[in-house]
């Protein structure tokens, strides 16, 4: 009788269902995993030794580059700890601007993700489809910060600039002729907010459609339901955060336990699942969408009602308004100093952390009273999920653990750092 | 039931005892949050009480890392202010119980420093000292598979190591006679295009 072997086999770096660059050395009895041995660290770029030969502003960019599907909840993270060293606090409008964008950013991370999973499941729809609405959301990047995606738009102290008055349009060209652009600049006509709220009002149907076609789908149901389960318990012990958590079950979500910037004043539910499969943390993140919906919305209303500054006038850290730049010899000073060494933290350390799209993002800043920092950690939440894989996927088959890699929502940017 | 920040402190405090190399627990004016010192030596114990005590059940470790203050604080030609050892683990501890968070710093002393793993009282310590080991050379005694993580294949040095240059040691390309890859050393000059400055308290006011 011939001696049954298990084998080894590689997935990746290149594979489309490896979400980017993961390399997954899996040990393979017939179909069955055995073990799987991610090898991450592909997109290592030093993120954290960079920022320490930089003044604290010019490492802001580096954060959309982390996760950069959900550029701006980064962004949120770093400059939280610079301000909770700092002791600033941002004005209200600012706070209420990046609630706003956090939970655009979580719309839009949770497009990406559910448009990329279930193309590896097997439904090519889901993704023309998320991207459509990404597309109207990366144009209020566009309009508050100049790029579609790594934006740069928080900064100690409150934001870049207010929202714009209006929004860019299209132009009639040879594919797009006078009345097809009347109806895409429909909802252009007017601010930034308009543009949000008229994507408010429309979202829900769309969150509609995606239900309709994944919820209760027979071969999606297959391909979640009791695949990688994960107890509560053990859970939290293996570090999950975000949706990963709660869909098994643990009620957690820093927004609602440990508040920043303007949650406490907002009306939101936080889902949570039964079993800890697939499904369930697809069910959360489906949820999870409409309830940033339903927070753009109040964002968007308080938003109209109270004009007011979006950055703090201390100049030691903001930058001076150009115009009084240009007359006033102190600004000149300031914004001179400012740009050329940035400014002091004072010694000390401090962890702050967001509740990111993925997770909780946070990052521990040591400072020892220079004016860069001493030292940077990124805590990301990617980064501790994927080292939970081999427990996920052992005793799966195969193809499980492509369902596995897409409920668990990586972004090797952000594992790698 | 709950727990403010200053409970915990003082239950440290009445835990110290039980500890020889002591326990310091200090809540900071700055941020208001609380940073725990412990010898690397009463490292197990102590964090089984953080886990386990039901005043304290720090259930999740969110984040783990080395940290090196070879130049803490330096400030020309003055001295580095002294510190116990070069090398430190920061451990960012969560209890959802009472919805607190801990720092806690263990120095680490010797070349290569070494520290007990904690991967048995929270699992997700695993790939945290992987990678601590991979960027700062911390070796953690008795850690399931403390291989390499974030560098490459064959990587010679811990980068995040304060005398490891920015740009690194070395540099690849491929060579058309030879047919592969080669490494070289790196022929960039490093630059610092903002210098590092300590300003007193109050500055420019």
Redesign the interface.
Known sequence: MTEIRNYTMNFGPQHPAAHGVLRLVLELDGEVIQRADPHVGLLHRATEKLAESKPYNQSIGYMDRLDYVSMMCNEHGYVLAIEKLLGLEPPVRAQYIRVMFDEITRILNHLLWIGAHALDVGAMTMFLYAFREREDLMDCYEAVSGTRMHATYYRPGGVYRDLPESMSRYEPSKWHNEKEVERMNADRQGSLLDFIEAFSDRFPGYVDEYETLLTDNRIWKQRTVGIGVVEPERAIALGFTGPMLRGSGVEWDLRRKQPYEVYDRLDFDIPVGATGDCYDRYLVRMEEMRQSNHIIRQCVAWLRANPGPVMVDNHKVAPPHRETMKRDMESLIHHFKLFTEGYCLPAGEAYAAVEHPKGEFGCYLVSDGANKPYRLKIRAPGFVHISAMDEMVRGHMLADLVAVIGSQDIVFGEVDR | MTRTVTEIADRLKQLSGEFPGGVDAQV?G??G?L?VEVGAADLIAFVLRLRDDPELRF?????L?G??YL????EGEAPVPERPARFAV?Y?LLS?KH?Q?L?LRAYVAGEPPLIATVTDV???A??FEREAFDLFGIVFDGHPDLR?????YGFIGH??RKDFP?IGKVEMRYDPEKKRVVYEPVSIEPR???P????E?G??D
């Open positions: 900071s700055l941020t949050e940073t259930s999740q470790l969110t984040d890392c940290v090196d130049e803490y604080g330096a920061v960012h959802m919805n968070r720092r929270w699992p997700s695993n790939w390499r993580l974030l560098t490459d980068p995040f920015l610092v295009l903002v590092r400055v300590i300003r308290e500055y420019g």
